[in-house]
């Protein structure tokens, strides 16, 4: 048989495949009957892939078909061949449906506990093929990354300015007071702010502290009262811990009081709440993150219908 050169566009997977299934069945036939083609197509199929090897793949007989010596080697090589382009199918089916790849979440506040952490869990027990990137950082910084495609998406709190990018609220926490466990408060169903306006408050200088200090000041202030809130160079776990200790009261959101903390208690404010937002920019095109927004939007929905106020 005369030699042939074999060039990417005449090499045949659909003719390797077919060379494979006959030499595990030893039959054009029986490889015919498992494909439910004609025994014809199937030799015609290993014939044209014989011509552009340039070998004979099988000796044929009446009884059957066997390898040649030259087969052994290239039935080898074509299941190989075959193996590997089906997983490689396989990965790009698992990336176009987000099944593979990492996810780049930006938060402000604790996923510890609540909505957060139930969105999050569930996401990833779904989706295993996926890993999960957590990054701390202030709601202005984690918008930039969002919009610099450094990260997939962020939880915020409230509704920040997202130029360029996309925002839409998820859940509400309810506002918890941060105080000492042997506070005069510390057992109360409800606290009302005018129970605090002589309380001193601590906050974190890392967000959401500053936000905190605002909003703290603004509310004591519609009662005429001059806010006594310092603001520490702390991060959240060490301001939580100074609570404990009695140097002042704080607030967190409902999931942050989720955490255990050694000698702190977390009651709820008045009836105050905080929105979260999750934002997002449209020229994303991280398979994984179209499937975490659509997950994200289903458990919210199905929070709201459990908890109307939320």
């Not at 005369?2 to 069945?25: F, G, I």
């Not at 030259?70 to 987000?98: E, F, M, W, Y």
């Not at 129970?195 to 200090?213: A, K, T, Y």
Request: aromatic share 6%.
């Amino acid at each position: 048989m005369p030699k042939a050169s074999v060039s990417e566009d005449t090499l045949d997977l659909t003719s390797l495949a077919y060379a494979v299934l006959v030499s595990e069945n030893g039959s054009f036939r029986l490889a015919g009957q498992m494909l439910g083609v004609r025994t014809s197509a199937v030799s015609r199929r290993v014939r044209s892939l014989e011509d552009t090897l340039g070998v004979s793949l099988f000796h044929r007989t009446r009884r059957g078909v066997q390898a040649t010596t030259a087969g052994l080697r290239v039935l080898k090589r074509a299941r190989s061949i075959l193996s590997d382009v089906g997983a490689l199918k396989r990965t790009a089916l698992q990336n176009s449906t987000g099944a593979e790849g990492r996810l780049r979440l930006g938060v402000v506040a604790s996923i510890a506990c609540g909505f957060s952490r139930h969105l999050l869990a569930s996401f990833v027990r779904d989706h295993p093929g996926l890993e999960l990137e957590v990054v701390e950082g202030s709601s202005a910084e984690n918008i930039a990354a969002v919009r610099a495609l450094t990260l997939d998406f962020a939880f915020v709190a409230g509704a920040p300015l997202s130029p360029r990018c996309e925002l839409e609220e998820l859940w509400r926490e309810r506002v918890m007071v941060a105080l000492p466990d042997h506070h005069h408060l510390a057992t109360a169903k409800l606290i009302f702010w005018k129970q605090l306006e002589n309380e001193r408050f601590i906050v974190s200088h890392v967000d959401p502290g500053p936000e905190i200090q605002d909003y703290i000041i603004r509310s004591l202030a519609d009662l005429g009262r001059h806010p006594n809130v310092e603001q520490l160079s702390v991060q959240r776990e060490t301001l939580l811990a100074l609570v404990g200790l009695a140097q002042g009261l704080s607030l967190v959101g409902e999931a942050e009081a989720g955490v255990t903390y050694p000698g702190v208690a977390f009651r709820p404010l008045d009836h105050e709440e905080i929105p979260f937002s999750l934002v997002w920019s449209q020229s994303n095109d991280n398979p994984g993150f179209r499937r975490f927004l659509s997950s994200a939007r289903l458990r919210a929905a199905e929070r709201r219908a459990t908890h109307p106020s939320s």
